[in-house]
């Protein structure tokens, strides 16, 4: 059975959202067993009107909240009782197999070193999210905002990780993995992308040199790395613009009759855009680098995109023994050399 501590109050729509979501994955996988925490009148409120099986269900209390206003550091540490400290807690104990929360960010990641710890030979975790392209399945980008600086030998620590859950999760044997720039040549991007570039080239199987943006989305690559900012600004960037998308559609196909009729005989051409573009059906993004699975979702996250959280996510994850993998395989890999020659 895989156990997993949902934070309950965390995100723009908890409890009520976070707990739909969860029953929605537990409703479709026979060994998977959740533990919400938070709130324990809220949360039984919420599940009044929802089916689902109550022996792979518990709740475990915890009546303080980290909000976004939060400061990540103080919150965890003053707020003992808080439900993503109670949740972090239970993964470090054994209780549970990982968290899975659309809470404070900042605090996660410190929650997630303080009460998990870092794999040994790793000096920074990086934040992964899986994203659509139009090649059919998902492209992988780390680091997407756990931490704004890297240097050249952690991008390849960052580029190693991901290779390993490319191949873990998604089946691929073979990963390409590319460094995100302004340009293709090796000469180009600054000193910190023009150093990592020499690295990945001599220490990194599958890599296949710089990938612009504008080519993210067409098959260039498996795993797409970078900073923490670039990361970030990148997902964020790409999320609004499949929402300006598809808003441009609907208000456009609102406005006239020959567009509504037309429209109903490219329903199924539209219907796979929204699909290709969606980011909520991939769920959340696990944090790789620390000694236990802690996966964040996005704090706008409705009860689909923790669903697919679990489901993409969270139970292939623990199923697949990555954690284990992963430690396995870094054990192998002389970082402190490569350090040396940044």
Request: charged letters at 20%; aromatic letters at 8%.
């Amino acid at each position: 059975m895989i156990k997993v501590a949902v934070d309950a109050m965390g995100g723009d729509h908890s409890p009520g959202e976070i707990v739909k979501g969860a029953i929605l994955a537990l409703s479709s996988l026979d060994d998977l067993y959740l533990i919400l925490v938070g709130r324990k009148n809220d949360l039984l409120s919420c599940l009044e009107d929802l089916n689902f099986s109550h022996s792979r269900l518990e709740i475990r209390h915890a009546e303080e909240v980290i909000s976004g206003d939060d400061d990540p550091g103080f919150s965890i540490r003053r707020k003992k009782q808080a439900s993503m400290v109670v949740a972090m807690q239970m993964v470090r104990a054994g209780e549970a197999d990982a968290i899975i929360s659309a809470g404070n960010t900042g605090a996660l990641m410190a929650a997630a070193l303080l009460f998990l710890g870092r794999m040994g030979r790793i000096s920074r975790p990086a934040l992964l999210t899986p994203m659509p392209s139009f090649s059919g399945r998902p492209v992988l980008y780390l680091d997407v905002g756990a931490n704004m600086d890297a240097r050249p030998v952690q991008l390849l620590q960052y580029a190693h990780m991901g290779r390993i859950y490319a191949q873990q999760i998604l089946g691929i044997n073979e990963p390409r993995v590319a460094l995100l720039n302004v340009g293709v040549e090796s000469n180009k991007g600054n000193s910190q992308v023009k150093k990592a570039f020499a690295l990945f080239s001599e220490n990194l199987p599958g890599f296949c040199g710089n990938i612009e943006g504008s080519e993210a989305y067409f098959d260039g690559a498996d795993v797409i790395v970078c900073d923490g900012f670039v990361g970030n600004i990148f997902l964020k960037t790409s999320e609004g613009l499949s929402r300006a998308i598809i808003s441009y559609f609907r208000k456009e196909i609102a406005a006239g009759f020959r567009y509504k009729a037309g429209a109903l005989l490219l329903e199924p051409i539209f219907s796979g855009l929204k699909e290709q573009v969606d980011a909520s059906g991939y769920g959340g993004a696990p944090l790789l680098g620390v000694k236990g699975l802690m996966v964040k979702c996005h704090g706008s996250s409705k009860a689909r995109a923790i669903e697919q959280a679990i489901h993409k996510q969270v139970y292939p994850f623990v199923k697949n023994g990555v954690i284990g993998h992963l430690e396995r395989a870094l054990e192998l890999l002389p970082f402190e050399s490569w350090a040396d020659n940044e």
